[in-house]
């Protein structure tokens, strides 16, 4: 599985853009990239997932650059609820077990 | 919209004892995953399962751990004989289909050993 490199932290205030990348420079021909929000005491949770490009989604955009040796997630106008862990994986899961491997993500305070 | 549930949401347990932590995945997922968080940590796989087998599992997931499906909605994950260190949330997690696909986490189980 492809490492991943994201910030420790970033801090926002509510209603602006919110762009968090993370570096995967040995990701795979095969792989996705994938992110999910973590909240205190709760399960993660998957926000979106792409290959190449674009994609966007009612709660966020996913950018790819064509080498795909990065992306970058968009939260468009973070509000207070927005606060929360990221986290960036990256892999194929084509085998059978398809575990998820987490990093320390990136820890997003949003203020008002 | 269907969810993973878990039960309990916490529980505490005397070191030694055995705990089982229950999952009920999505009804149609056909992979099952167990996580755990120790506090102000990652997130750690501990162990898949398919087809009514493990697929999976990490160096943590040693002899005292076992997961089991014993029917055809529960997922559970047994401690068998608990230490301190396995003060940590659980996570159990499932999804529909053998590909890249996005594993529903249910809400945990905190599990605090005394």
């Known amino acids: 599985l492809a490492k991943t490199t994201q910030p420790i932290s970033m801090d926002s205030y509510e209603g602006q853009e919110v762009n968090i990348t993370c570096s995967h420079n040995?990701?795979?021909?095969?792989?996705?990239i994938t992110w999910y929000q973590q909240f205190p005491s709760q399960g993660p949770r998957f926000i979106i997932q792409?290959?190449?490009t674009k994609v966007t989604n009612e709660v966020a955009s996913l950018f790819i650059p064509a080498d795909r040796k990065s992306s970058t997630l968009s939260l468009p106008r973070v509000s207070l609820s927005d606060t929360a862990v990221y986290y960036c994986l990256v892999g194929d899961g084509g085998n059978q077990g398809g575990k998820l491997i987490f990093g320390q993500g990136t820890e997003l305070s949003v203020k008002p | 919209e269907p969810e993973v549930t878990q039960t309990p949401s916490h529980q505490v347990t005397q070191m030694g004892q055995e705990v089982i932590l229950r999952c009920v995945p999505i009804s149609n997922h056909l992979y099952f995953y167990w996580y755990r968080q120790i506090l102000g940590q990652k997130v750690e796989f501990l162990v898949s399962?398919?087809?009514?087998?493990?697929?999976?599992k990490s160096e943590i997931f040693d002899d005292q751990f076992s997961v089991e499906r014993p029917d055809g909605s529960n997922f559970t994950l047994k401690i068998r004989s608990t230490n301190l260190e396995d003060s940590a949330m659980y996570f159990c997690?499932?999804?529909?289909?053998?590909?890249?696909?996005?594993?529903?986490f249910g809400p945990g189980t905190r599990l605090l050993v005394l």
């Open positions: 792409g290959y190449k």
């Open positions: 040995n990701i795979a021909t095969n792989d996705y």
């Open positions: 399962f398919y087809n009514n087998e493990i697929s999976e």
């Open positions: 997690a499932s999804r529909v289909g053998p590909l890249w696909e996005t594993q529903y």
